[in-house]
T-cell receptor, first 116, second 111 residues
């Protein structure tokens, strides 16, 4: 079956612009995560959805970052007034199950965001 | 504040020998640990996991060891194969749903 997909694969934007990054999780997976991976670092947690609601958004760095998952499937990460420091690979992962963390996450290939 | 640390950024091993990748963590509340493998331009893929009630989990050529008192885990790959060359990330999770990742170790298996 299809894995997690993310679009676009690459996004180049100018400082101050607004961007949207999309994640299509594996069908039926109720849990969805967004991570940010900077060069030379591991994935850094941003936000976690259980169904339609953001169960944990404590990793969002500031109020320029926002994510939605209106129908409990596709999610969009939105970044306003982008800054050069936002340049990174943004990874999405999905997982089946509910509150138990004891199963694996499946990652998408990521969106490489470059802010000029 | 890095709660999961991989202190070796890179490792080179001869094909057929054992690869040992190490990971340390600071949060004693972590109770589930995972290893992910990542190829360039791809997302991380799950490799093997261990819960804190165990000290060893084996899956084919891959074995993960957990030492809770030392807050240390390691991934053993034996025998190592050229296709194992990738970046390996250690991750940990506690009561919440956040997963904390290390900075990764780049493994090169030399034919």
């Amino acid at each position: 079956g299809a894995g997690v997909s993310q679009t676009p694969s690459n996004k180049v934007t100018e400082k101050g612009k607004y961007v949207e990054l999309r994640c299509d999780p594996i069908s039926g997976h109720t849990a969805l995560y967004w991570y940010r991976q900077s060069l030379g670092q591991g994935p850094e947690f941003l936000i976690y959805f259980q169904g339609t609601g953001a169960a944990d958004d404590s990793g969002l760095p500031n109020d320029r970052f926002f994510a939605v998952r209106p129908e409990g499937s596709v999610s969009t990460l939105k970044i306003q007034r982008t800054e050069r420091g936002d340049s990174a690979v943004y990874l999405c992962a999905s997982r089946s199950g509910t509150t138990c963390s004891y199963n694996e996450q499946f990652f998408g290939p990521g969106t490489r965001l470059t802010v000029l | 504040d890095q709660q999961v640390k991989q202190n070796s950024p890179s490792l080179s091993v001869q094909e057929g020998r054992i690869s040992i990748l190490n990971c340390d963590y600071t949060n004693s509340m972590f109770d589930y640990f995972l290893w992910y493998k990542k190829y360039p331009a791809e997302g991380p893929t799950f490799l093997i996991s261990i819960s804190s009630i165990k000290d060893k989990n084996e899956d084919g050529r891959f074995t993960v060891f957990l030492n809770k008192s030392a807050k240390h885990l390691s991934l053993h790959i034996v025998p190592s194969q050229p296709g194992d060359s990738a970046v390996y990330f250690c991750a940990a999770s506690g009561a919440g749903n956040q997963f904390y990742f290390g900075t990764g170790t780049s493994l090169t298996v030399i034919p």
